[in-house]
């Protein structure tokens, strides 16, 4: 397999992926550390990076709660999604 027809592979899978899990809640683990960090008051702004961020749905719960959030994917049909 070449690197094209990898890239074209992994392109479908996600974009699979990305389907089956659209409209999720943000993941538990995330809420979680989210509701650790809470308990850490500041007046600073918080700012995070969301690694293969998919369609944001971490990335939005961030947002709602103020936090600046640079989301990356690697699939860019997942950030086109938002």
């Not at 089956?20 to 989210?34: F, I, N, Q, S």
């Amino acid at each position: 397999m070449n690197n094209q027809q990898e890239s074209q592979a992994f392109e479908r899978n996600w974009s699979a992926y990305y389907k089956a899990v659209e409209g999720r809640p943000p993941r538990e683990t995330l809420l979680k550390a989210l509701a650790r960090l809470d308990t850490f008051p500041t007046d600073a702004p918080r700012f995070a990076v969301d690694l293969g961020c998919g369609d944001g749905r971490d990335t939005v719960e961030l947002l709602r709660r103020g936090w600046r959030v640079l989301g990356i994917d690697g699939a860019q049909e997942a950030i086109a999604r938002h």
